[in-house]
């Protein structure tokens, strides 16, 4: 699995330099600057997680290096700080992960390190809590909120335990990225959970291995009998 993993160096410090009355600032600043992101990464196959807004883990298997250079400089063109950039290689997302934050962590910044890694395919996972909105209604919003960052954790640490990373992407949607080895996995947590499902994708690239996982997941949903489907999609 490859990934790329860019920091915005000295974030903590420009924060505090926004005054006192700053997060809302903040929140705009960050904001701005994924979606950007977001639609430079989606232009070429790739899928952006933000789970700091200090830094970004993008899944970068299936897009050429020059294309990850490509977001690289118009990160840093918008950023507010200094950043560093590492591509990582690894048997998991997670490995990856760990590997281009070792990578970074001997760099220097605006000197990225773009290695020469081979591609393979991507695997994504989107779960789907059963019967949110009628959970929404007999709770609250956020009480069901609360619910499903509940199940996000439980799940999440489930995955990262197998070498997959995670991340909630609002409502009762949950993602995750693993290697093919570790589908059965996925399969037999959902089997063991009676309040999710769960489409899995397989893909070239993260944007068509999350095209197959939400095409399976719709297709869950209109039979009503399956708790699990796999779709490999190309695009």
């Known amino acids: 699995m490859k990934i790329l993993l860019i920091e915005f160096i000295g ?12 997060e809302w600032k903040i929140q705009d600043i960050q904001s ?16 952006a997680l933000p789970v700091r807004y200090d830094g970004l883990i993008i899944l970068a298997d299936g897009i050429p290096n020059k294309h990850l250079l490509e977001i690289y400089t118009k990160v840093k063109e918008i950023s507010p700080t200094k950043i560093s950039a590492c591509i990582g ?9 760990i590997n281009a934050h070792n990578c970074i962590l001997n760099s220097l910044p605006d000197e990225p390190k773009f290695s020469i890694i081979h591609d393979e395919n991507v695997v994504a996972c989107h779960f789907d809590y059963n019967n949110f909105t009628s959970l929404t209604h007999e709770l ?10 509940r199940l996000y954790s439980k799940l999440s640490d489930s995955i990262y335990d197998f070498g997959g990373i995670s991340q909630y992407l609002g409502g009762d949607n949950m993602i995750a990225f693993i290697n093919e080895d570790t589908i059965d996995k996925i399969i037999k947590i959902v089997e063991n959970m009676d309040e999710i499902k769960v489409g899995i994708g397989i893909g ?25 489907k796999i779709v490999k999609f190309s695009m």
Do not use: C, Q
């Not at 701005?32 to 899928?47: A, L, P, Q």
């Not at 290689?89 to 992960?97: C, D, L, Q, S, V």
């Not at 609250?140 to 960052?149: E, G, L």
């Open 11 to 22: 974030y903590k410090e420009w924060t505090e330099s926004l005054g006192y009355d700053r």
């Open 32 to 47: 701005s600057i994924y979606k950007i992101v977001n639609d430079e990464i989606s232009r070429v196959g790739g899928f």
């Open 89 to 97: 290689f690894g048997k998991t997302p997670r490995e990856a992960e």
């Open 140 to 149: 609250s919003f956020y009480a069901a909120y609360m619910r499903v960052m």
């Open 204 to 228: 070239k690239n993260a944007r068509s291995a999350m095209a197959g996982a939400t095409r399976a997941l719709d297709e869950i949903r209109s039979k009503r009998e399956d708790r699990w």
